[in-house]
């Protein structure tokens, strides 16, 4: 089955940086868009970024654009969200997703279980 | 960005009541829209995609509709399990969007 386990996440403080990772297993990771989306403690979700299968699409909120950056390993089955200039606005609960049709970029059906980013000083 | 309004944002419901959660787009966006559902703790879970169709393994009492702008989801005889958040997402148009997202709670 379709399998998304995120890692990385953890306190760091304002202004500074942290790497998330999305290991895939269950599916040919190549063939599918994949997405990151955050959710801040009792708060609704916000979408981030998706990068499509092959690398050439990336498209990012204009809350993040410029400070994160999207890529993928499909070599390595693995999502990569790597967070700069980081503020108190981004402590949340980070999620990778998967698109649900091979080759396009459309809407999520598989959701990891997340990981927290908390920005403290 | 295209906005998402969807409304109510909570909902006082009763088990077998009739449930509908709306969602307007700030433009046109077909029928590029999906629902997920939210319990606490845990991934969102896909409802329905291009506006209308059921993902698999999603129960029938789970319907979407609409196009353009206006859209809803409707759950037809609530159950407990139904008990959740549930938000609408344009794909449409990036970046991506979502709705403020809409509470069901027991009456």
């Known amino acids: 089955q379709v399998l998304l386990v995120e890692s990385g996440g953890g306190v760091v403080q304002p202004g500074g940086s942290l790497g998330l990772s999305c290991a895939a297993s269950?599916?040919?990771?190549?063939?599918?868009?994949m997405h990151w989306v955050r959710q801040a403690p009792g708060k609704g979700l916000e979408y981030m970024a998706v990068?499509?299968?092959?690398?050439?699409?990336?498209y990012y909120s204009d809350s993040v654009k410029g400070r994160f950056t999207i890529s993928r390993d499909n070599s390595k089955d693995t999502l990569y969200l790597q967070m700069n200039n980081l503020g108190v606005e981004d402590t949340a609960i980070y999620y990778c997703?998967?698109?649900?049709?091979?080759?396009?970029?459309?809407?999520?059906?598989?959701w990891g279980q997340g990981t927290l980013v908390t920005v403290s000083s | 960005a295209i906005q998402m309004t969807q409304s109510p944002s909570s909902l006082s419901v009763s088990v077998g009541d009739s449930v509908t959660i709306t969602c307007r787009a700030s433009?046109?966006?077909?029928?590029?829209l999906a629902w997920y559902q939210q319990k606490p703790g845990k991934a969102p879970k896909l409802l329905i995609y291009?506006?209308?169709n059921l993902q698999n393994g999603v129960p029938s009492r789970f319907g979407g509709s609409g196009s353009g702008t206006d859209f809803t989801l409707t759950i037809s005889s609530l159950q407990p399990e139904d008990l959740a958040t549930y938000y609408c997402?344009?794909?449409?148009?990036?970046?991506?969007?979502f709705g403020q997202g809409t509470k069901l709670e027991i009456k």
């Open positions: 997703a998967r698109d649900r049709v091979q080759g396009g970029v459309g809407e999520i059906d598989h």
């Open positions: 269950g599916f040919t990771f190549s063939r599918y868009a």
């Open positions: 990068i499509s299968f092959d690398e050439r699409q990336k």
């Open positions: 433009q046109g966006i077909r029928d590029d």
């Open positions: 291009s506006a209308s």
């Open positions: 997402l344009q794909e449409n148009s990036h970046p991506y969007t």
